[in-house]
């Protein structure tokens, strides 16, 4: 830990507290326009490697797709050497048996993680398929080394035989380790570990046929429509297909039949939907926990499930009349300005809670949209970086076949103090036909670790955003969300950039679940901060700044129903709680009306199957309130540390040192309360949660 502490913090180049007037890079201009434009690039599709390809990322081996089986043979070569090393008598007194298990978890982290992003992303076929085998491969290799008990005795062992060289970082991350053996069923008879692994295996199976059903959408024969919803015939052709659940529609019968429509019953999928619940309940028995949320949660900063149902409970109930006063404008707006009789329902929400912001703040998109370019929105980003961790971003020139597509900018992190490199961001911005997926994240392609040499591995991450791409004679241009999303994704990146940790199985973005969204979340409160926007917020051709009461109303209006947002969150985390945690003999969607009444204002829709098209529900299994954990951490830091003054540098400094370069390497609340300096407990959460609300 000492060596942790004791590492140099270079000085500042420019004074506390004072924003830096120019920037190093002009990444407006190049952020404005599609890279290849600027770059003399090799053709795509991918041509033959010429000697003066770099590869892939800079990694020689994937000139052609080929080179994947390089990398993996090379990374198993590597993997076995250090399998001897950890069995050899004679190495037993020379390196902990951690660091061992750490250097095995980074050769197969840096070849899974550079296959996982290259076959969900990459355009080429022939990369995509051969990253799908090795990635296939390496997660056989990660299953028999989970279930290879000599090992796991070897680590164990090594908590009493090392006592004396381990500090409270071995220590911690070997329990890591230890608690991933024992999730895989390690400490199982034979007969009940293969068991294991066989629903493993079938969960994973079902977890991927889930995702793709989900997002099919639903279709319905003329034939079969209700007669009061005859007139959507004008709008829709035989067979109706309805991949959305809210339509922007004045027509209320409308927005009513795309919602029941896309919610309607998927005998097959509600299938997959049991079978994976049930599946998780029985892995968590045979692995002797009371239920799956009590497996999940076993590290987490609420680590069982009563703690868990306490906190939503407690923020349910202090938002619960904000969110009737909020549902009840959106009823009155609907029985007086949409001239409606009937009662709010859920397909009315987005609609009308969007009308009544629009006429109370008088604010329209194109008001501001030309004011929030992408790259406006970058150099806005840069300027805060600049201003509170000293760092900037500067554009990188792409050597041949270094990327996936023509589409990407890679921009590299720069300490200000010296011109070190922190590592890179490939920035994947633009829709494409192809991609594989329209959900905003951060991809890990290399994480930061201390190397036997005592430098740092360089980490290297991939941020995947669905923005549309610059038109002829205009740039891109970010609605609010799309900001958000891409200070959400640069959030990510900075954990991974500023990782100082001894281990990588802990760095950056490795850390428990609900406080990975901390960084994310926190980089949200600077562009809904009208001081912040005001500083980069310029019209994309004549640099004109947008004027302080359109942005003051921006701000405003991402204040207005916060609480029915929160109360869906809260509804849709007791939901998964309930799933994971309780054994039930009803209906699922039995279980979804009786917990909407409970914590929700508007009531259940008979007969809607929504908890088929969430795939959140399934996807965080029984983890999904922790998005609201990190969001109630990150408020905290704000206040205490950023509020008052936003690129304050001496702040920033203290939340990287003390809080973004410890990754997971020590306890969440830990971190926290070193940071701010005083204990935060659950109920300093709710309130920091619910205080704005
Ligand atoms: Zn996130």
Redesign the pocket.
């Known amino acids: 830990m000492l060596r942790l502490l004791s590492r140099k913090v270079g000085s500042l180049v420019y004074p506390v507290n004072q924003v830096r007037p120019r920037f190093k890079s002009q990444l407006s201009v190049a952020f404005n326009q599609i890279p290849a434009t600027k770059m003399s690039r090799l053709k795509f599709p991918f041509v033959s490697p010429s000697s003066s390809s770099s590869g892939l990322f800079g990694k020689k081996d994937l000139c052609s797709y080929e080179g994947f089986y390089e990398l993996e043979k090379q990374a198993e070569l590597r993997v076995k050497g250090l399998i001897n090393e950890a069995f050899s008598q004679e190495s037993a007194n020379k390196r902990k048996m951690v660091e061992i298990f750490d250097d095995i978890s980074n050769e197969l982290c840096c070849v899974a993680d550079l296959a996982e992003f290259v076959r969900t992303s990459h355009p080429n076929d022939n990369y995509r398929q051969s990253a799908n085998l090795i990635f296939s491969q390496i997660s056989q290799m990660v299953e028999r080394l989970n279930t290879n008990l000599e090992l796991y005795v070897k680590l164990k062992d090594s908590l009493d035989t090392e006592k004396s060289k381990l500090d409270e970082c071995d220590t911690r991350v070997c329990k890591l380790f230890l608690a991933d053996f024992e999730q895989s069923g390690i400490h199982l008879d034979r007969s009940s570990r293969s068991k294991f692994v066989a629903i493993n295996d079938q969960l994973v199976n079902l977890l991927m046929k889930f995702q793709i059903n989900s997002q099919q959408p639903s279709l319905i024969n003329v034939n079969d429509l209700d007669p009061k919803y005859q007139h959507v015939l004008k709008y829709f052709r035989d067979p109706i297909q309805v991949d959305t659940m809210y339509i922007n529609s004045d027509d209320e019968l409308i927005r009513e039949f795309v919602y029941k429509s896309f919610l309607q019953e998927n005998k097959v999928q509600e299938g997959f939907f049991k079978s994976i619940i049930s599946k998780r309940k029985e892995i968590a028995k045979l692995c002797g926990f009371e239920s799956y949320s009590h497996r999940a949660n076993i590290n987490m900063i609420m680590d069982s499930p009563p703690k868990i149902v306490k906190f939503l409970d407690q923020c349910s109930k202090v938002i619960e009349q904000k969110s009737i006063d909020d549902y009840e404008k959106m009823s009155e707006f609907k029985r007086t300005k949409l001239n409606s009789s009937q009662p709010l329902h859920q397909w009315d929400v987005p609609i009308i809670s969007s009308r009544i912001k629009k006429t109370l703040l008088d604010l329209d998109r194109s008001q501001y949209l030309n004011y929030f370019s992408l790259g406006t929105c970058m150099e806005g980003l840069n300027l805060i970086l600049n201003n509170v961790f000293n760092v900037n971003l500067e554009m990188q020139k792409l050597k041949p076949d270094e990327s996936w597509h023509s589409d990407i900018y890679k921009l590299a992190v720069k300490e200000n103090s010296n011109n070190s490199l922190l590592g890179y961001i490939y920035c994947d911005f633009y829709q494409r036909a192809e991609k594989f997926s329209n959900v905003d994240?951060?991809f890990t392609i290399q994480c930061s670790k201390l190397r036997q040499d005592n430098t740092y591995q360089l980490p290297i991450v991939v941020l995947h955003l669905n923005f549309p791409p610059p038109g002829k004679d205009r740039p891109t241009l970010l609605s609010f969300e799309m900001m958000e999303n891409l200070f959400?994704?640069f959030?990510?990146a900075m954990h991974s950039m500023f990782a100082k940790t001894r281990y990588q199985h802990v760095s950056g973005t490795r850390c428990s679940t609900d406080f990975?969204?901390v960084p994310?979340?926190l980089m949200e409160f600077y562009c809904r901060d009208p001081r912040i926007l005001k500083k980069f917020a310029k019209h994309y051709a004549t640099n004109e700044p947008l004027d302080d009461r359109t942005i003051e109303k921006l701000c405003q209006s991402k204040k207005m129903f916060t609480s029915c947002e929160l109360q869906n969150q809260i509804l849709n985390s007791m939901l998964d709680q309930a799933f994971h945690l309780e054994d039930f003999s009803e209906r699922p969607v039995d279980i979804i009306e009786k917990y909407t009444q409970k914590y929700h204002h508007l009531p259940y829709v008979k007969d809607t199957y929504w908890h088929l098209r969430y795939t959140h529900l399934v996807g965080y299994g029984a983890k999904y309130y922790s998005y609201l954990v990190s969001k109630a951490i990150a408020s905290k830091i704000w206040s205490e540390c950023f509020e008052k003054d936003p690129l304050n540098s001496t702040a920033g400094e203290l939340y990287r040192k003390k809080l973004l370069e410890f990754g997971g390497e020590k306890q969440p609340m830990e971190l926290i309360s070193s940071l701010i300096g005083i204990d935060v407990g659950s109920s300093n959460l709710v309130d920091s949660l619910t205080k704005n609300i």
């Open positions: 994240c951060h959400h994704e959030g990510h990975a969204e994310s979340q």
